[in-house]
């Protein structure tokens, strides 16, 4: 297990578990015996589903993954019945109970509540999975192996061997095992280094990306945040509430107004939590919320992997500017600037100096637990499928993703696409957050402002200046004494006549004048 990994096990606690999960709708009653069947027929697909995490004795190592000999799909899926009328708030309040506690550690750590009774002949799917077997990115991709593509289903064939578990290592095995796992990382990481000794300019770049790290990383890391209304010491109850939009009309708004997908879900979030520190009576004026943005640092030969390979981004969104487009501009600002320092990069490179560190270093530290203060919450935003998926047939009609809550984040938001709708997934502790879908109601008002925002008409332009008729196109031309308005002659006398001719000098002999194109004279 990578140190990255064993955090989430290192800083876990009772009234902060560490797992994610979405909550999955599907057209129709789904057989709770068919989703048995069809999860046990994939088990061989992703084995780490049949694995559970193992500590070695004195913290030697990091926990490995070893085989559950108990392993049963029977002790992780399990069939709920939602009472009448099962409603959509039954379902998101079921949600936060079936979320909050600890996943069991004596068996693989995750769980599917398949709830049936859900109005609208409708099933729906509670799941969850540690987040030291996935990231958000692992996950989408653990989805699309438990899922089909088809809705013509069929159980996938078994593997040539049945599986068998292997047994356990006894203590004093995995204990000498861990050591040799951690010599063997601490000899890689001294190869590097002298590898990069004798490689002047990899040891100079080494240098210049740990010291951008540094001067990146480090006054971000330590910059605190101004404390909101849902941060404080959390408790072991979750509330959810969740909604959803069009996908193609957030791509309009980024068309329209510029940025990213990604920019205008942040510009709809930092609206609306703007508005609920305001519902709470305190003031916004300069203020902003601190998010932490998990970063996917995957390499292309990565896809397909278990575990975690994110790093993070630490903006921080205006919570007084109530002008959506204006607000989005400055969220653009905001992202482009962290982006143009890479800040992700820069955490990424701490990250994988602070992995060569023996795991004890890790352990205690998780055992102070997770600072307090340094944001505001967490929001992620994952890619998801942009087709439609089946369960035994049936389809998927939603599907909101659900994150942890940890330290003093009484609030968390997950964000995800599927088949072209983009759906919103808000977690909260509801001793701190007790009105959670007013945060719902928020983000629906918000989005409805942008779109009003970008489907408004342009203003209108001023008239064109009014232009003379074009000269005729025959050739021919008016002459300028026929467009000039015509003056009446003033009266002359015959001294004025005299003194005019005197004026001119001797009189010259008359021309015979030429005809216009008119055909009369001049």
Known sequence: MSAQDAAFLYFERSNAPLHI????????????????????????????????PVFPPLYAAHPTWDDDPSFSVDRHVRLVELLRPGSAQQLTKLAGELFAPMLPRDRPLWSIDVIHGLEGDRTAYVSRVHHCMVDGVSGIELLLATLDLSPRWAPTPPPPQPWRPKAPPNPAQAWAEAVADQWNSSLRAATEFQTD???????????????????????????????????????????????????QEVRAIRSRLGGTVNDVVLTIIGGALGRYVAARGEPIRGRTVRLQIPVNVRAEDERGALGNRVSQMLPSIPLDITDPPARLRAVRAEMEQLKAQDEAGAF?????????????????????????????????????????????????????????????????????????????????????????????QYLDEEFEALRAAVSEPPLAAPPPPTRTAPP???????????????????????????????????????????????????
């Open 21 to 52: 999960g979405s909550v999955a709708i599907f057209e129709g009653s789904v057989p709770f015996d068919r989703i048995r069947e069809s999860l046990d027929s994939r088990m061989h697909l992703i084995p780490r589903y049949r694995q559970r």
């Open 197 to 247: 000794m004798l490689n002047p300019r990899g040891q100079f770049r080494r240098l210049s990306d740990f010291g951008r790290a540094l001067q990146v990383a480090l006054p971000a890391a330590m910059t605190r945040a101004t404390p909101a209304p849902w941060n404080g010491e959390i408790s072991g109850r979750r509330c959810t509430a969740w909604t959803d939009v069009s996908f």
């Open 348 to 440: 990424e490179t701490l990250s994988r100096m602070i992995a060569n560190t023996p795991a004890i270093y890790h352990a205690l530290a998780g055992m102070r637990g997770i600072p307090a203060g340094l944001i505001n919450l967490v929001c992620t935003n994952i890619p998801g499928p942009m087709i439609p998926l089946y369960s035994v047939g049936h389809r998927m009609l939603a599907h909101y993703p659900l994150v942890p809550l940890a330290a003093d984040l009484g609030v968390g938001v997950g964000v995800t696409s599927y088949d072209n709708r983009l759906y919103f997934g808000i977690m909260a502790d509801p001793t701190l957050v007790p009105d959670v879908d007013l945060i719902r």
């Open 472 to 522: 005729p196109t025959d050739g021919r031309r008016l002459s300028a004494r026929r467009q000039a308005p015509r003056k009446r002659p003033r009266p002359k006398t015959r001294a004025t006549a005299a003194a005019r001719a005197r004026s001119r000098g001797p009189a010259r002999p008359a021309r015979a004048r030429k005809p216009n194109a008119e055909g009369n004279g001049a």
